[in-house]
């Protein structure tokens, strides 16, 4: 009886609320099925990529273990990755025996990462409602590529090093405009 009574209140108070975040009869929960599995596969690559900043010095242990001491892989690397590969092993050497702090900051950039990801359950739970958090987002990834440009030059970042940072931001762009497109047309068409 109180559930009833609790369902007939609840109808009356939220009736625009309900519109909005429930999905049309003639197409059943399908885009927004699409919607949230674009937002957890973003979310798994944020996390894994946020975390790939943690074990720094191990990570290249196993590139040595893998590709030989000098990085070469036999002669399948290429010569100015491995050269880089060299260079950078050598600074997280120093970085190991030095100032093991400087890890810190890795560490915090891997939060910064999980953080962002976490604020992505607002969309999966409720993504009509929270669709600004797919503009936020492909704002940050369009940022992603002069932010890497601009401080990966400042840094002495080799340009193809820095392409592959730009790539984080490109890839992510795409299923992030793609489930705020997917929204606005739902949208549409419930009203």
């Not at 929960?29 to 979310?43: D, E, G, Q």
């Not at 704002?139 to 002495?156: E, N």
Request: proline letters at 7%.
């Amino acid at each position: 009886m109180f559930y009833l009574e609790f369902q007939r209140l609840s109808n009356r108070i939220q009736p625009e609320y309900r519109t909005m975040t429930q999905p049309a009869t003639t197409e059943p929960a399908s885009p927004l099925r699409a919607v949230r599995l674009w937002t957890i596969l973003f979310m798994i690559g944020l996390v894994i990529s946020g975390l790939t900043a943690i074990p720094i010095s191990s990570t290249f242990q196993v590139a040595k273990e893998v590709l030989g001491t000098n990085f070469s892989g036999h002669g399948a690397v290429p010569g100015f990755v491995a050269e880089w590969l060299r260079h950078v092993a050598q600074g997280v050497a120093v970085v190991n025996r030095e100032a093991p702090y400087f890890y810190y900051g890795t560490d915090w950039l891997a939060f910064g990462h999980v953080a962002i990801a976490l604020v992505f359950i607002g969309a999966l739970r409720d993504p009509v409602r929270n669709r600004w958090l797919y503009t936020y987002g492909m704002i940050t990834c369009a940022l992603i590529v002069p932010w890497a440009l601009m401080f990966g030059s400042l840094r002495g970042i080799p340009p193809w090093w820095r392409a592959i940072d730009c790539s984080f931001g490109i890839l992510g762009f795409p299923p992030l405009w793609y489930c705020h497109h997917r929204i606005s047309k739902w949208e549409k068409q419930i009203q």
